[in-house]
């Protein structure tokens, strides 16, 4: 039995099954006729189907007797409540509970038909429903959709600098939204308008660009404030609600429309365009997190126009609302600033240096935030120099000695500097440059010397806008130590090698001369600017004492007078300033504990200038010009007097070569008297030739061969040289004296 039971369930198929389950457990005739509907017997099982029986009649216990019972018992309980009800609702107490729940079951649960149908004609069905339904809509829309024209605009143009209203925003509205959904191909979207021309889509464009601002401030009836600072919102108007809806429709097109334009211009019309709006997106958060986006794509990878705008955009939410937005917005531009300066090149330079100084101006609206973010960030790249130490493998270098990481420590060395003083952010200036001087000493070899000097001038920057004293000096005469400039350099370079925008040099490039030239007029660069920020120190020449003897010791050792030149002329410059210091000092009638008074002095003798500083200030002028000429692309080739090789093909050698043996053997007198004129003409051949002419003309014949070939192969018809015969000699020995003479004087020679 159970074998068959198990194949009569194998038989079923899912439809059946759940058609004998729901039979059985909702229809008493189940019980009787379990076989004829189920195909299975009732074996071993009555007592489960009796109980399933006696569940379900007393499930069908109707609603109506429950609920008179009820009443019943509510007579009892509640008596004053029972007659409110027989004087106010006697409808309530006297309705016909005869029903069945029978009725009810039925309509609660879903009885299956007797027959079931073919599940293909009741998809085919639908089909036809939903076909039919698409094609109602279509027809709809074909009837209900608008096509823009020139026209339509002049006339909303005209309409809304005159009176802007609620219904005229939403046409100009429903059209801009249909106009942006073609710029991504989207033909799906239920528009009342249609735009197809090009000339009506930039027409549009430009319409809403120029108007729709003024517009809807006056639709809005919003006033500026007197205080430009302070920011009126849109929804202080009571207009705000009845316009809202169109309005975020209106800015979600201005968003689609920035992400979908490529065209600089363009782009730069839009932003500025949406600079007006940024009151319109604070009041919307969800666009207002959109346009962020967008902004800050522009901001880091757009045009620099473009990166301008975005910035004041940015810079402008964050203004007014700091609480909302300055945490993540601050977050997404360093984020972004990490990522874009994966890679430098002097095209890039600039705009890197660019996003340095904007994303400084945002952490300068909040110190409180700016520590916080700045702790985390330093904090990490903390962490990867100390993985690098300790690991000291190939990939933990990497991600240290990277761009991206000196770029950040350059950020951070920028906020600190233009943020001082700052109590809160002061804390930070010791680890930063701990984790600078560990960059620097992981990997003390001569190819690093770019990256160690990107680290000096980090240090430089910070030292002289905090007040603070870091080493900087020790680090850079160590790199004039180490390098022999008086070994002739294996390899001449016709270009420079652009410190700027350079971390590592190659083995080839420290062989070569324009890295020792670099390297000198770096230092030179470096030595010069850090004495320049110490220039009016008190203890300037304790300080420059130990650079005074290295570079004693350099001149004396170094015999190139191109690399002696420029610092012999450092030299002079920093002992110059130490003796007007010492000087100055001298005259003093405080103590060295005396702080305030040591303060007061460094600042008078800051205030009224230095022979140092004053030095600096005319070299910074023409330093900038010629990094300009660097960062643009244009290499310092005018300084460089190099010979050039013009090769000349093998044609235009034997051309050349053969007029110049043709000149040696043709002679023909200066003036027209002179009636002795000596020309060789007849046929090419070597058999006529005499034997003291063979040796006399070897060496030009093989200079010949060498350069251009045999020439009689080539050219049998050119005139060629012929011996000389007796008559001709006899005549060329009786010529002019002053020939003779000058042929005696050879032969005495």
Known sequence: MAAKQKRHLQDLSVDEFMLSGLDSGSDSEADEEPEQQNGLKRSNKPKVLESNALTTDAGKLGNATEHKKQLSRLQDKDPEFYKFLQANDQKLLNFDDTDSSDDEEERKYHRLPAALEAASSDDDDDEEDEEGLKASKKSKKAVEVTKVTDKMIKDWKTLMKKDPNPHLFREVTQAF??????????????????????????????????????????????????????????????????????????LSGVIQLLSCLTESTVISAVLQHTNQLVPYFLCLPKQCRHLVKQLMKQWSTGEETSRVLSFLALNKMCRHKQ?????????????????????????????????????????????????????????????????????????????????QYIHCLFLWCRVLSTLHPSDVLQPLIYPLCQVILGTIKLVPSSRYYPLRMHCCRALTLLSSSTNTF????????????????????????????????????????????????????????????????????????????????????????????????????????????????????????????????????????????????????????????????????????????????????????????????????????????????????????????????????????????????????????????????????????????????????????
Request: charged residues 30%; hydrophobic residues 35%.
């Open 177 to 250: 939204k249909a106009a942006v959904s073609t710029t991504k191909g989207e033909g799906g979207i239920q528009c009342r308008y249609k735009v197809d021309d090009s000339s009506v889509f930039n027409a549009l464009v430009l319409f809403c660009i120029r108007d729709i601002y003024g517009a809807l401030q006056r639709m809005l009836n919003l006033k500026p404030e007197k205080d430009q600072k302070k920011l009126v919102l849109p929804s202080s108007s009571p207009r705000w609600q009845k316009n809202q809806i169109d309005i975020k429709m209106y």
């Open 323 to 403: 609480e909302t937005y300055l945490n993540p917005i601050l977050k997404q531009m360093y984020i972004s600033y990490v990522q874009n300066c994966k890679f430098t090149s002097p095209n890039a330079l600039p705009m890197i240096n660019f996003m340095q100084r904007t994303l400084t101006e945002m952490y300068a609206l909040d110190t409180q935030a700016s520590y916080q973010h700045a702790f985390i960030y330093i904090r990490q790249l903390a962490i990867h120099l100390r993985n690098a130490m300790t690991m000291k493998k190939k990939e933990t270098y990497q991600s240290v000695y990277n761009w």
């Open 470 to 749: 870091v080493p900087v000096l020790p680090f850079l005469l160590e790199m004039l130590q180490q390098v022999d400039f008086n070994k002739k350099p294996g390899r001449m370079s016709k270009k420079p090698i652009n410190f700027a925008v350079t971390l590592k040099l190659s083995n080839v490039n420290l062989t070569e001369k324009a890295y020792k030239d670099g390297l000198i007029d770096q230092l030179y660069d470096l030595i010069l600017e850090y004495f320049h920020t110490q220039s009016s120190s008190i203890g300037y020449p304790e300080l420059a004492l130990p650079t005074v003897i290295q570079l004693k010791a350099f001149l004396k050792e170094c015999k190139v007078p191109n690399y002696c030149k420029p610092m012999r002329q450092l030299l002079e410059k920093v002992q110059e300033n130490s003796s007007h210091i010492t000087g100055r000092r001298q005259k003093a009638a405080f103590g060295v504990a005396d702080a305030a008074a040591v303060a007061a002095w460094e600042k008078q003798i800051q205030e009224e200038g230095t022979p140092l500083s004053r030095y600096y200030s005319q070299w910074k002028k023409l330093r900038e010009k010629e990094i300009q000429l660097e960062i643009s692309g244009k290499e310092r080739m005018e300084d460089l007097d190099l010979p050039e090789i013009k090769r000349r093909k093998v044609q235009e050698k034997k051309v050349e070569d053969k007029k110049e043996f043709k000149d040696l053997f043709e002679y023909e007198s200066g003036s027209d008297e002179d009636d002795g004129k000596l020309k060789i003409k007849g046929k090419t051949g070597r058999r006529g030739y005499d034997d003291d002419y063979d040796e006399d003309m070897s060496d030009m014949s093989n200079d010949e061969e060498v350069m251009g070939g045999d020439s009689d192969d080539d050219d049998v018809d050119e005139e060629a040289p012929q011996p000389l015969s007796s008559s001709a000699l006899i005549k060329l020995a009786e010529g002019d004296e002053d020939l003779v003479e000058d042929l005696e004087l050879s032969d005495d020679d």
